[in-house]
T-cell receptor, first 112, second 112 residues
Framework: DAGVIQSPRHEVTEMGQEVTLRCKPI?????LFWYRQTMMRGLELLIY????????DSGMPEDRFSAKMPNASFSTLKIQPSEPRDSAVYFC??????????FGPGTRLLVL | RKEVEQDPGPFNVPEGATVAFNCTYS??????FFWYRQDCRKEPKLLMS???SGNEDGRFTAQLNRASQYISLLIRDSKLSDSATYLC?????????????FGTGTKLQVIP
C-alpha cells in the first residue's frame, strides 16, 4: 500500500519565484496536514484539511503561502513569491480521523 | 511558555543503557499524546501512543502524568539503531478538530 507521496523531493529556486509543492495522501484518509521543519523552529503545523476543507490555517506564516485540496487525493502548498527564509523541509501527512498521522518523505526547499 | 517542551539533548548513552525522556505540555485540556521518532533526513514516524494507564512496547515504555502535565518515554537496553530524534506530540483538539503540536525533539545517540 502506497504511503503519502510528495513531489518534488528537492527544489532549488531563486528569491521571488513561485514554488508549488504537491501531496497525495493515503487513500481513505480524511485528514491532510502540511508542516514545515527548520532547525530553529522544529516542526510547525501550517494548515490542515478535513474532507478537503481547510479547517485551521493559523500556522500559515503569511499571505505568500496558500494551500488547496481540490479532491481527496491531491493537495498543493504554494509560496508566491518565495524568500530565502522559506528554506525548510515541508512535510505532508495524512490520517484517518484522529489516528496516527503518516508523513510523506518531505520536500527540501532551498530559496537562494 | 511553549505549548510542548522537550530537552533537546543530545543524550549520548552507551549500548545497553536505559534512557528516559520527558516532555511537558501547557494545555491541561490536551486529549491525546504520542511519541514519534525521526531519523536524520527522514520523515517522522509514530513510535507509540501514550495512554493514561501507561503502555509498553518491547523495550519502550510510555507514561502520561496528567496532574503534572508531562509524558515520558523510557528506552531499555539501548541499541545503536535507537539513535534518532524523539518527538513528543500533543493533540489539544477534540470532536474532530485537531490542534497538533510537536515538540522540537530530543536527540539520542547510542554509542558502541
Amino acid at each position: 500500500d502506497a504511503g503519502v507521496i510528495q513531489s518534488p523531493r528537492h527544489e532549488v529556486t531563486e528569491m521571488g519565484q513561485e514554488v508549488t509543492l504537491r501531496c497525495k495522501p493515503i487513500s481513505g484518509h480524511d485528514y491532510l496536514f502540511w508542516y514545515r521543519q527548520t532547525m530553529m523552529r522544529g516542526l510547525e503545523l501550517l494548515i490542515y484539511f478535513n474532507n478537503n476543507v481547510p479547517i485551521d490555517d493559523s500556522g500559515m506564516p503569511e499571505d505568500r503561502f496558500s494551500a488547496k485540496m481540490p479532491n481527496a487525493s491531491f493537495s498543493t502548498l504554494k509560496i508566491q513569491p518565495s524568500e530565502p527564509r522559506d528554506s525548510a523541509v515541508y512535510f505532508c501527512a495524512s490520517s484517518r480521523g484522529q489516528e496516527t498521522q503518516y508523513f510523506g518523505p518531505g520536500t527540501r526547499l532551498l530559496v537562494l | 511558555r511553549k505549548e510542548v517542551e522537550q530537552d533537546p539533548g543530545p543524550f549520548n548513552v552507551p549500548e545497553g543503557a536505559t534512557v528516559a525522556f520527558n516532555c511537558t505540555y501547557s494545555n491541561s485540556a490536551s486529549q491525546s499524546f504520542f511519541w514519534y521518532r525521526q531519523d536524520c533526513r527522514k520523515e517522522p514516524k509514530l513510535l507509540m501512543s501514550v495512554y493514561s494507564s501507561g503502555n509498553e512496547d518491547g523495550r519502550f515504555t510510555a507514561q502520561l502524568n496528567r496532574a503534572s502535565q508531562y509524558i515520558s518515554l523510557l528506552i531499555r537496553d539501548s541499541k545503536l539503531s535507537d539513535s534518532a530524534t524523539y518527538l513528543c506530540v500533543v493533540n489539544m483538539g477534540a470532536g474532530g478538530y485537531q490542534k497538533v503540536t510537536f515538540g522540537t525533539g530530543t536527540k539520542l545517540q547510542v554509542i558502541p
